[in-house]
């Protein structure tokens, strides 16, 4: 089992009601999740302490028998950087890199040479179809682009698990369907995905749909 949570509760500081209470939830190793849920529901603290971005307050996070909610500090931030890529609506890029810099940045710490990056990059930006933008800057490209340059960016950091929070609630429907095939490109090839959507076409291309309410698992579907 990848991901193990147990009895997990979060509870933010200065709030009086849980924003997760007591969920437990399985993940097997290259499985297709989305989660659904009203606004408030808990989707992003949800996925936010699978990424090790938020700490649980209560119960337990297994991450392929590593006990996750015990970690801190260095460990965490290895444990991340190590394992997960995140995909947010709004992108999250460096606005005044160009693509290829924005794709290049995770290599930067590790010991490559500018050869092998370059390669390595080069790659990743032709499997995500924005080759020819590679020296443009990401904020002279259009977002269904942006998108591409931040899966591409993950996919050169190399972990696991992905996880995306409304990855094409920024984009038209045929921009989000594009998108959304990319990243199921990338769960074929053997990663994890996670996705948060409110749309629902688009969590109905999961395998398994988790529906929260009110901080809790109501039910899950396929
Ligand atoms: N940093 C925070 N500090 C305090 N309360 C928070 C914080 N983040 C979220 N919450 C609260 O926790 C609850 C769950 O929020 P969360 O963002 O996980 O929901 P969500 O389902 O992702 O919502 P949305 O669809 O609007 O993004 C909400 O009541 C929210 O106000």
Redesign the pocket.
Known sequence: MMIKLRNVT?I????E?P??KDVSLDVQDGEYIS?M????????????IIGTM?YLTSGEYYYNDIAVHEMKGDKLHEFRRKHVGFVFQNYALMKSYTVFENVELPLLAGRYSGRERKKLVNEMLEFTGIRDLADKKVTRISGGEQQRCAIARLMVAGGDLILA??PTGALDHEMGIAIMELLEMLNKRGKTLIV?T?DQEIGSRADRVIR?AD?QILEEAK
């Open positions: 979060k933010y500081e200065h709030r009601l924003a997760l989660i849920g009203q606004s408030g529901s808990g989707k992003s603290t949800l996925l936010n938020d929070d409304e948060i409110h929260l901080g």
